[in-house]
Protein backbone atom coordinates (compact mmCIF):
# COMPACT_ATOMS: atom_id res chain seq x y z
CA UNK A 1 0.00 0.00 0.00
CA UNK A 2 1.11 3.50 -0.81
CA UNK A 3 2.68 5.40 2.17
CA UNK A 4 3.02 8.79 3.37
CA UNK A 5 6.43 10.94 4.51
CA UNK A 6 6.59 13.05 7.09
CA UNK A 7 6.46 15.68 4.81
CA UNK A 8 3.89 14.59 2.68
CA UNK A 9 1.46 13.64 6.40
CA UNK A 10 2.08 17.48 7.49
CA UNK A 11 1.18 19.10 3.67
CA UNK A 12 -1.70 17.04 3.24
CA UNK A 13 -2.92 17.87 6.71
CA UNK A 14 -2.44 21.53 6.26
CA UNK A 15 -3.70 21.87 2.79
CA UNK A 16 -7.57 19.78 3.90
CA UNK A 17 -7.27 22.21 6.88
CA UNK A 18 -6.82 25.35 4.77
CA UNK A 19 -9.24 24.38 1.94
CA UNK A 20 -12.71 24.53 4.22
CA UNK A 21 -13.41 20.90 3.53
CA UNK A 22 -14.72 18.96 6.14
CA UNK A 23 -11.32 18.41 8.10
CA UNK A 24 -12.80 15.44 9.82
CA UNK A 25 -13.84 13.44 6.84
CA UNK A 26 -11.91 15.10 4.09
CA UNK A 27 -8.90 14.04 2.33
CA UNK A 28 -6.67 14.34 -0.91
CA UNK A 29 -8.28 11.95 -3.31
CA UNK A 30 -5.22 10.54 -5.71
CA UNK A 31 -6.40 8.83 -8.98
CA UNK A 32 -4.88 7.34 -11.98
CA UNK A 33 -5.21 8.11 -15.61
CA UNK A 34 -3.58 5.73 -17.88
CA UNK A 35 -2.51 6.55 -21.42
CA UNK A 36 -1.21 3.81 -23.20
CA UNK A 37 1.62 2.67 -21.26
CA UNK A 38 1.99 5.82 -19.25
CA UNK A 39 0.13 6.69 -16.33
CA UNK A 40 -0.49 10.37 -14.80
CA UNK A 41 -1.34 10.90 -11.35
CA UNK A 42 -3.81 14.19 -10.05
CA UNK A 43 -4.48 14.86 -6.95
CA UNK A 44 -7.71 16.99 -5.49
CA UNK A 45 -9.35 18.17 -2.41
CA UNK A 46 -12.41 15.19 -1.88
CA UNK A 47 -15.06 15.63 1.04
CA UNK A 48 -15.51 11.77 1.65
CA UNK A 49 -13.59 8.50 -0.30
CA UNK A 50 -15.48 7.25 -3.54
CA UNK A 51 -17.04 4.04 -2.87
CA UNK A 52 -13.76 1.68 -4.18
CA UNK A 53 -11.40 3.91 -3.03
CA UNK A 54 -8.38 2.53 -0.31
CA UNK A 55 -8.14 5.08 2.40
CA UNK A 56 -4.72 5.86 3.78
CA UNK A 57 -4.38 7.31 7.20
CA UNK A 58 -1.40 8.21 8.65
CA UNK A 59 -1.36 10.76 12.04
CA UNK A 60 -4.58 12.61 10.73
CA UNK A 61 -3.64 12.69 7.05
CA UNK A 62 -6.14 11.46 4.82
CA UNK A 63 -5.16 10.02 1.75
CA UNK A 64 -8.05 8.73 -0.80
CA UNK A 65 -6.60 6.03 -3.58
CA UNK A 66 -8.79 4.93 -6.70
CA UNK A 67 -7.86 1.29 -7.59
CA UNK A 68 -6.15 1.96 -10.55
CA UNK A 69 -3.27 4.00 -8.38
CA UNK A 70 -3.76 1.94 -6.17
CA UNK A 71 -2.52 -0.86 -8.29
CA UNK A 72 0.31 1.24 -9.58
CA UNK A 73 1.36 2.57 -6.59
CA UNK A 74 1.20 -0.34 -3.78
CA UNK A 75 5.27 -0.51 -3.25
CA UNK A 76 5.64 3.41 -3.13
CA UNK A 77 5.79 6.49 -0.88
CA UNK A 78 4.22 9.85 -1.21
CA UNK A 79 6.68 12.51 -0.37
CA UNK A 80 6.17 16.28 -0.59
CA UNK A 81 8.76 19.56 -0.38
CA UNK A 82 7.07 23.48 0.00
CA UNK A 83 9.24 26.19 -1.38
CA UNK A 84 7.17 29.69 -1.31
CA UNK A 85 4.06 28.43 -0.02
CA UNK A 86 3.78 26.10 -3.37
CA UNK A 87 3.53 22.01 -2.75
CA UNK A 88 4.81 19.39 -4.68
CA UNK A 89 4.22 16.02 -4.26
CA UNK A 90 6.51 13.03 -5.81
CA UNK A 91 6.19 9.43 -5.63
CA UNK A 92 9.59 7.36 -4.47
CA UNK A 93 10.09 4.02 -4.02
CA UNK A 94 9.65 2.37 -0.61
CA UNK A 95 12.93 1.84 1.19
CA UNK A 96 11.93 -1.42 3.33
CA UNK A 97 14.64 -1.53 6.70
Known amino acids: MLALTDRAVEAVKEIVSSSGEAP ?4 L ?3 AEREGT ?3 FKLR ?3 V ?3 DDA ?3 ERGARVFVDADAAALLAD ?3 D ?3 DQDQVAFTVVEQSFS
Open 55 to 57: VIE
Open 76 to 78: KML
Open 29 to 31: RLS
Open 38 to 40: QAS
Open 45 to 47: LAS
Open 80 to 82: ATV
Open 49 to 51: PAE
Open 24 to 27: ETGG
